[in-house]
């Protein structure tokens, strides 16, 4: 029976932890006006006939806090990097020099930080919701179980004891995205 208990805690305890990584990628997309080369992440580039990510046929860095720069490894690409950009829809305009595409991302304004600060409320909410559903599927293995009625107890309080230390986190992994996104 212990082993059967353990292995339910540690399958809900890996669960969890997937759903605090998503977090953090989703996070990681929601951008704090500071220009990083993980905003261009989602962006497609038709390359000879098929759809490649952006960093397999570029360089992506920054220059400097609101200049981001795309050097592809072929100049060819420039007009389908520029392309590529403007239908990731992510509100940058791309500009080529005929060298590389140069991207401008502008500051963010107060209204706009509110709504990225809620967006990532949303998104800490969904990681939440997923936890608690870890939760619910882990307390009715336990229950399927054929043990004593304290073993069970004990059990469901380790459970919501790993509940109680996720939602901590995720509350933690907001607080600092919030300051990060209210900064200006």
Same mark, same amino acid.
């Given at each position: 029976?212990?082993?059967?208990?353990?292995?339910?805690?540690?399958?809900?305890?890996?669960?969890?932890?997937?759903?605090?990584?998503?977090?953090?990628?989703?996070?990681?997309?929601?951008?704090?006006?500071k220009a990083s080369?993980?905003?261009?992440?989602?962006?497609?580039?038709?390359?000879?006939?098929?759809?490649?990510?952006?960093?397999?046929?570029?360089?992506?860095?920054t220059l400097d806090?609101?200049?981001?720069?795309?050097?592809?490894?072929? =100049? $060819?690409?420039?007009? *389908?990097? &520029?392309?590529?950009?403007?239908?990731a829809n992510l509100?940058?305009?791309?500009? @080529? +020099?005929?060298?590389?595409?140069?991207?401008?991302?502008?500051?963010?304004?107060?209204?706009?930080?509110?709504?990225?600060? =809620? $967006?990532?409320?949303? *998104?800490? &909410?969904?990681?939440?919701?997923?936890?608690?559903?870890?939760?619910?599927?882990? @307390? +009715?293995?336990?229950?399927?179980?054929?043990?004593?009625?304290?073993?069970?107890?004990?059990?469901?309080?380790?459970?919501?004891?790993?509940?109680?230390?996720?939602?901590?986190?995720?509350?933690?992994?907001?607080?600092?995205?919030?300051?990060?996104?209210?900064?200006?």
């Amino acid at each position: 029976m212990k082993e059967e208990i353990d292995f339910i805690l540690e399958t809900v305890k890996e669960q969890m932890e997937t759903a605090i990584s998503h977090l953090v990628k989703e996070f990681s997309n929601i951008r704090a006006g500071k220009a990083s080369p993980s905003m261009l992440r989602s962006v497609m580039v038709d390359y000879y006939g098929s759809n490649t990510p952006l960093s397999q046929v570029a360089n992506v860095n920054t220059l400097d806090a609101h200049t981001i720069t795309v050097q592809p490894w072929e =100049k $060819s690409l420039i007009p *389908e990097i &520029e392309k590529g950009i403007q239908l990731a829809n992510l509100g940058f305009n791309p500009m @080529n +020099n005929g060298e590389s595409v140069i991207i401008n991302v502008p500051i963010l304004t107060e209204e706009r930080r509110k709504d990225l600060a =809620k $967006s990532a409320k949303n *998104e800490g &909410e969904h990681a939440k919701i997923s936890i608690r559903n870890d939760r619910k599927d882990a @307390n +009715n293995e336990l229950k399927k179980l054929d043990i004593s009625e304290d073993l069970l107890k004990n059990s469901e309080l380790d459970v919501q004891d790993l509940t109680d230390k996720f939602i901590k986190k995720i509350d933690d992994l907001y607080d600092v995205k919030e300051i990060e996104i209210m900064k200006v």
